[in-house]
């Protein structure tokens, strides 16, 4: 119902009485709300709906929150210390990571336009996960700098990076994006894609390439930082370039490039 737990069940001539243990799913096909017949607490809350769900109050979730791919929820204006909360976040059935999350209008640590939107101003504080930080799940996009994409949010230099195959996306790296990774690992099968002449991959740590890094001429990965550095075999049409400033970097394969600096 468009009008969520209150225009599902009337008040009328009746007592309503809804357990603040159970699980409440919204699937409906048009825009809903949660409305205020929701209880402030509930044990799971999970949103099937492309058309978009409002959470009408400030909601605790006591497990797991979660939205089917393509489905969006408005977080309304509920920010600290009202702000919405659950233990943790699955996003197109993978577990995210933990602390704020929300809509690109919002102050949240991790911003999804995908699952939350560009307006809402409201957060949903995670409290805990059962991810890697540095894992890349690929539930919203191919896009590296999407948040949503990874366990921990966008990674950083001094993050340790997984890329697996088999995931709903794999990640591109895009127009004047730097990529960052501390160690980081392709899997078999799976792919990083350097997509325009700006797109740069730049890589402190190891290097282990079991799948694939397909980068366009002009394209460029950087071996940087000042430790010792282990570089597996790849193939790409953009360029490489060591700009260390310390440590050795020992080539375990052959390196194909248009160029190497």
Known sequence: NTGGIDGS??????????DTGANYIFNGTATQITSSGLPSTVNTLSIDNSAGVTLSKSTTITNDFSLTSGSTANLGSFTSPNNHKAKTITLDGAVQSSGTWGGTGSAALNKS?????????????????????????????????EPANWCGGVPTASTDVIIPAGTPFQPTI?????????????????????????????????????????GVLGSSIIFSGTVTQSIGGFTTLGNVSMTKTGGVATLTGAVNAAALT
């Open 9 to 18: 069940v009337s008040t009328t001539n009746m007592t309503r009485t809804f």
């Open 113 to 145: 336009a995908l699952y939350f939107g560009g307006t809402a101003t409201g957060v949903v504080n995670i409290s805990s996960t059962t991810c890697t930080t540095g894992y890349w799940t690929g539930v919203a996009s191919t896009d590296w700098k």
């Open 174 to 214: 895009g127009a004047s994006t730097n990529a960052l990774a501390k160690n980081l690992t392709i899997n078999a099968l799976a792919t990083v894609t350097l997509s325009t002449t700006t797109s740069s991959l730049n890589i402190s740590g190891n290097f282990i390439t079991n799948g694939n890094v397909s």
